[in-house]
């Protein structure tokens, strides 16, 4: 997509998304302790920069970014709606609207299991759920390809988000409710406000195709359509964008050239060290045996899911295919994995695997393996945040 189509988008969604979407009031009161002190040159630098404060009640004083890495979208603050009441339906409901390699948000929390279609998530970005008691945000940065889920809760405290309509690096800065801090989706941080410095926890969650998740999970929920907005779900409305080589939207940083800008990548942390998978490569390899910082992973891959930023009709466009991370230990013992087919078999049991992680045959059917928090991103917008990622360039 070219940046004038995107430039004209934007301009379209910020007159169409005005307030009339918000939904409600905006709540007071969150009274956790700073962890960054007031900059006594916020307000000059504040000037100096891009961002409007109109409207806000955001602590601009306490930051940990320069205000000057700080862009507008083009739309206003929740001029692309969050989710707030998330209405479910089931998988068989939901198929006669999601196509059968349609990638969706697979997220599972002790034993409550739920799908977010792309097809949604593209025109809201947030949804504000609670899921198996606990409350959790999920995340879809377009721009970034970034599908994130965060709980919540922090310091004891609930704290509902939206979006700001600012971008970073490309991605979305969300906004809580209760303090107005502002959020970075890429990496949970909150970046401005008396929040600034807190961080919020990642849960695990997997981009897949529809049929995969379906099948995996007959009885989940599935995010309905019913989201008290009309929008065009099922359709792309950033056609074309996730062509490899175009440069990023709104993105003012340094492109790593190590990869194309928009090569998807499956990004792993451990600690301090991270890693980044291309999918150019993961689509000969299947199967990826890794150990960092210690820390023994394995990850899938399994053609199959559509991309959500491609074709004008999400259903029909190309495939890109779905990539997943885990431990590979089983009651203390580490496998060795193979892609056999359309599944993923052990060496030690012969047992077969889904991309979910999950034995269906074999003397192993039943067990789980443990999900490590991963994200299939843009590698530009990976490593303007993890600059130091060590990329992973295939078998020796």
């Known amino acids: 997509m070219t940046r004038s189509r995107l430039s004209i988008l934007f301009v379209v969604l910020a007159v169409s998304w005005w307030p009339a979407d918000r939904h409600g009031a905006i709540a007071q009161g969150a009274d956790s302790a700073a962890s960054v002190e007031p900059n006594p040159d916020y307000a000059a630098k504040l000037v100096q920069s891009a961002i409007s404060t109109y409207g806000w009640r955001t602590d601009f004083s306490r930051h940990t970014v320069p205000f000057s890495e700080i862009l507008s979208g083009g739309v206003p603050r929740d001029g692309i709606p969050p989710i707030d009441d998330p209405k479910f339906t089931t998988t068989k409901a939901a198929s006669a609207w999601i196509g059968e390699h349609e990638p969706v948000i697979a997220f599972e929390l002790n034993g409550d299991v739920r799908a977010y279609p792309l097809q949604i998530m593209t025109w809201h970005e947030i949804v504000n759920d609670e899921v198996a008691g606990v409350p959790v ?8 390809n970034a599908a994130i889920v965060f709980e919540r809760r922090l310091e ?5 988000f939206g979006v700001s309509g600012n971008l970073r690096y490309s991605d979305l800065i969300m906004w809580d409710r209760q303090t107005e801090s502002w959020w970075q989706q890429f990496t949970g941080d909150a970046i401005i406000g008396e929040l600034a410095g807190k961080k919020l926890r990642f849960l695990p969650a ?3 195709a529809w049929s995969d998740f379906r099948a995996a999970h007959p009885n989940a929920k599935v995010l309905s359509r019913d989201t008290g907005h009309m929008r065009r779900y099922g359709q792309n409305p950033y056609v074309g964008y996730d062509r490899a080589d175009d440069p990023p939207f709104l993105f003012m940083g340094k492109l790593d050239g190590r990869l194309l800008p928009k090569e998807r ?4 942390t451990i600690g301090d060290a991270d890693a980044a998978f291309p999918f150019s490569v993961l689509t000969r390899e299947r199967v990826v045996h890794y150990t960092l910082n210690q820390r023994d992973m394995v990850v899938f891959f399994k053609p199959g899911a559509r991309s959500a930023l491609g074709g004008r009709e999400i259903a029909s466009a190309d495939d890109i295919g779905a990539a997943a991370v885990f431990d590979p230990r089983v009651g203390g013992k ?6 056999e087919g359309e599944a993923f078999v052990d060496e030690q049991t012969g047992s077969r695997w889904t991309i979910l992680g999950k034995a269906i045959t074999g003397p ?15 590698w530009f917008a990976w490593a303007a945040f993890k600059p130091n990622t060590k990329i992973y360039r295939g078998a020796s």
């Open 137 to 144: 945000a999920v995340t879809f940065c377009p721009l970034c």
């Open 206 to 208: 997997s981009i897949i």
């Open 156 to 160: 004891g405290k609930v704290y509902d």
């Open 364 to 378: 192993l059917a039943g067990k789980q393996l443990e999900a490590i928090v991963h994200a299939n991103h843009f």
């Open 334 to 339: 580490k496998l060795d994995f193979n892609a």
């Open 265 to 268: 990548v499956v990004a792993v």
